[in-house]
């Protein structure tokens, strides 16, 4: 992977710092976006350094077409190119039944994990596709299993911008094959990550751990290494897929 670029959007916790981490490991180049997390997005760039990898983060709001721009901007600037893509950046909003659930939320949700993965990979498109001179690529989206269960008296709203992703996934594999791209998601499950706390349901995991088939949560670790292996050239014949790291959930 020696020089090979990767991005990871919403990579300085959870999940994506899990896949920031491990790619360096593996000798990519990783630049990942956060929004606000500036004290966490430091500390993973000097983990990584210490550990003899490269991940530099830049301040960039998702949902936002002109930080995305810039995002991009950057990365042409300190990268020179792009191999591979995560759009990891979502929130779950907070918790709402439907007919609480205010246009606010929405905006900030639907703004988010849906626009901002739109925005995301027409970016990468520019800069991987082989009519446009790229060496094709691969783009990781995070889907949910709440997109099968539908997060009802919760998370509807979370649940269907992840809804939209798989449709997105789909659609954008038989799209962007011919041009060198593939496309896939992971769906994770009940994840041992900050944003059940950032939600307000820190009980949430210990709660509904025991209803997973598997009798456990997952671990950011583990929806990594699916990650990484869709990217790599083992995956190399895989695109349009969605696969649940969910325990059996």
């Known amino acids: 992977m020696q020089n090979k670029v990767l991005l990871v959007t919403g990579g300085s916790q959870g999940i994506g710092a899990a896949v920031v981490k491990s790619a360096a490991l593996q000798g990519w180049r990783v ?14 760039t000097a983990e990584v350094a210490r ?7 830049f301040s960039a709001d998702a949902a936002s077409e002109l930080a995305t721009s810039a995002l991009f901007a950057w ?20 918790t709402a039944s439907l007919e609480t659930i205010s246009s606010r ?15 995301t990979v027409r970016e990468s498109i520019k800069r991987m596709a082989t009519d446009h001179g790229g060496q094709g690529g691969s783009i990781t989206n995070l889907s949910s ?8 008296n919760d998370w509807v709203h979370y649940a269907a911008s992840k809804g939209a992703i798989d449709s997105f996934t789909i659609g954008a594999a038989k799209e962007l094959a ?3 791209i593939r496309v896939n998601a992971v769906r994770p499950g009940l994840i ?4 059940h706390a950032k939600a307000g349901l820190g009980d949430r995991l210990a709660k509904l751990g025991p209803s997973v088939p598997m009798g456990r949560i997952g671990t950011a670790q583990e929806v ?26």
């Open 51 to 57: 550990s003899g990898g490269q991940a530099l983060g």
């Open 192 to 195: 041992d990550t900050e944003i």
């Open 145 to 152: 299993v709440a997109a099968t269960l539908g997060g009802p």
């Open 75 to 94: 990365l042409d600037q300190t990268f020179g190119r792009l191999d591979a893509v995560v759009t990891n950046a979502g929130i779950t909003g907070p």
């Open 31 to 44: 630049a990942f976006s956060y929004r606000s997390s500036t004290e966490a997005a430091d500390a993973l």
């Open 224 to 249: 990594a290494d699916a990650i990484l292996w869709l990217m790599s050239d083992q995956a190399s014949y895989v695109t349009g897929a969605i696969v649940p790291v969910s325990g059996g959930r």
């Open 178 to 180: 011919p041009r060198g």
């Open 105 to 119: 939320i929405l905006d900030d949700v639907l703004g988010i994990n849906v626009r901002g993965v739109f925005l």
